[in-house]
């Protein structure tokens, strides 16, 4: 199968073909900021919350490659919408790419349990 795949750190866009999961290293910069390889698994996740009903959640998840991919989530009640993810340590734009405009299944299924089930991503609509 073929994945196109976009660089986090340099932007470059390009081509995997081959079995899965892909080997998450940049072919132009060598950067491990990448999409995930395979699916990812939820480690743990950290849900704070503060007197005025403001949470945030932080998601902890590796890919098939063992990477680690963050995602910080700001909700309020059942309402909560993506603010930052890291990749392999690295905070990247959530609106850099468009396959995280939807967060990953086991994200979503993660923060669902904590109660927040309408999830607005970071992306900006032009008015
Ligand atoms: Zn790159």
């Known amino acids: 199968m073929i994945l196109t795949l976009q ?9 995997y073909l081959g079995t899965l999961p892909h080997p998450a290293r ?3 910069c060598g950067s491990s900021c990448v999409p995930p390889a395979g699916s990812l698994t939820v480690v ?3 849900h704070w919350e503060s007197a005025n009903g403001l949470a945030k959640v932080w998601v902890h998840t ?10 910080e989530i700001a909700a309020h009640g059942s309402r909560g919408k993506l603010v930052a993810i890291k990749v392999d340590g690295v905070s990247i ?3 850099i790419d468009d396959c995280m405009e939807t967060l990953p299944p086991a994200v ?6 904590l109660g927040v ?3 607005e ?3 900006v609509e032009s008015s």
Not at 62 to 71: A, G, I, Q, Y
Not at 108 to 113: K, P, Q, R, S, V
Request: hydrophobic content about 30%.
């Open 44 to 46: 743990n996740s950290v």
């Open 117 to 119: 089930k309408d999830i």
């Open 62 to 71: 590796v890919d098939e490659r063992d990477r680690p991919f963050e995602f």
């Open 7 to 15: 660089c986090y750190q340099c932007g470059t866009e390009y081509e």
């Open 93 to 95: 734009d959530p609106q």
């Open 26 to 28: 940049c072919v132009a």
């Open 121 to 123: 991503t970071a992306k």
């Open 108 to 113: 979503t299924a993660e923060i669902a349990d």
